[in-house]
T-cell receptor, first 112, second 114 residues
Framework: DGGITQSPKYLFRKEGQNVTLSCEQNLNHDAMYWYRQDPGQGLRLIYYSQIVNDFQKGDIAEGYSVSREKKESFPLTVTSAQKNPTAFYLC???????????FGPGTRLTVL | QQQVKQSPQSLIVQKGGISIINCAYENTAFDYFPWYQQFPGKGPALLIAIRPDVSEKKEGRFTISFNKSAKQFSLHIMDSQPGDSATYFCAATYIKAAGNKLTFGGGTRVLVKP
């Protein structure tokens, strides 16, 4: 069953804590992406990676960090430096230089 | 400029009616324009996409119209059904760009009344 999985579906964080969101894909895609979605708004790119052990900042990378140690995995850490982390986080993947990005089901992060 | 502007923010249409969503972009380097459909609590799914070498693309009840000179493109949902109720996002990118980064519009929440 191919696709993108994200876990957990819901995540609650206390202020000052770092949390890590998981994203795994078995589509054999080289490129992976993290987006943030706020209510009533479009998706904004946080980080993206085209190859293992390499990643680039997107438009809103401050307060976030990523790693790409394996082709199929691209975890996102929301650090305490992110002042307004409550949002819906979406992971996506695509083949290199391909047009279509495939999205995971998302993780809803709430800061208590 | 990387911005993609989408309108309206929301619309209500009767079953069987036509839903029309408009997007405008500024970067003339964009060469791929997808539309995504998102249901509440789910990730977006690709609905239909167009490249600027054609002015229209139709897939079932969904049609994209593209106006290169005006830098605008629109999604038409014909014979709208209650199951079409979702949020629709337009996006744009240029395929050769590093990372194939999509720039999204703000989204349109569509409600189809039975």
């Amino acid at each position: 069953d191919g696709g993108i999985t994200q876990s957990p579906k819901y995540l609650f964080r206390k202020e000052g804590q770092n949390v890590t969101l998981s994203c795994e894909q078995n589509l054999n895609h080289d490129a992976m992406y993290w987006y943030r979605q706020d209510p009533g708004q479009g998706l904004r790119l946080i980080y993206y990676s085209q190859i293992v052990n390499d990643f680039q900042k997107g438009d809103i990378a401050e307060g976030y960090s990523v790693s790409r140690e394996k082709k199929e995995s691209f975890p996102l850490t929301v650090t305490s430096a992110q002042k307004n982390p409550t949002a819906f986080y979406l992971c996506a993947s695509s083949a290199l230089a391909a047009d279509t990005q495939y999205f995971g089901p998302g993780t809803r992060l709430t800061v208590l | 400029q990387q911005q993609v502007k989408q309108s309206p923010q929301s619309l209500i249409v009767q079953k069987g009616g036509i839903s029309i969503i408009n997007c405008a972009y500024e970067n003339t380097a964009f060469d791929y324009f997808p539309w995504y459909q998102q249901f509440p609590g789910k990730g977006p799914a690709l609905l239909i996409a167009i490249r600027p070498d054609v002015s229209e693309k139709k897939e079932g009840r969904f049609t994209i119209s593209f106006n290169k000179s005006a830098k605008q493109f629109s999604l038409h949902i014909m014979d709208s059904q209650p199951g079409d109720s979702a949020t629709y996002f337009c996006a744009a990118t240029y395929i050769k760009a590093a990372g194939n980064k999509l720039t999204f519009g703000g989204g349109t929440r569509v409600l189809v009344k039975p």
